[in-house]
């Protein structure tokens, strides 16, 4: 079996907006699954996994991801094993006062951060669809998926932005 070694590139110092971006785009990844060896492979980031490590630990990227993966579908989907499980005839699994306070929490929320919660969700599942595709391709195709999803987050940022203001 060949020895690949990981190609090695020194850029020196990063500036602290091209660190800032490139910590947003790895926390991005790690909040979708990905894993830090993943994500420090990928060309627009290229930043030794413990370096990666060191940032998932100070900014507490697990506690992020945890908190970015709760959408409306999931207090659907918690209503919807509680019906199953009365149907059943079997515990329910979550308490019915809890699912209430989420959707109550969600209903008082303002439509404007509705939409942004519904946008994120469905950008979400396009971004996982860009990297799978740019995962299974090589050179220019990777680089243009990888380029096109960067824009595509930035310009939905700002979207977002114009959501929350």
Known sequence: MPNIKKKKINRGRLSNQER?????DALALYVRGYSLQSISALDNILISVTTLRKWSKHEDWAEQKRLQNISPSEIKAMILKNIAAIKSGKTMPFRPDDISKL???????????KRAVYSMEAFGGFADWMLDRATKTKGEKR?????????????????????LD
């Open 143 to 163: 680089k243009a998926f990888i380029d096109n999803l960067q824009l595509f987050r930035s310009l939905q940022d700002e979207y977002l932005n114009t959501l």
């Open 103 to 113: 959707a109550a929490a969600w209903e008082k929320m303002d439509d404007a951060r």
């Open 20 to 24: 800032d971006r490139i910590k947003q």
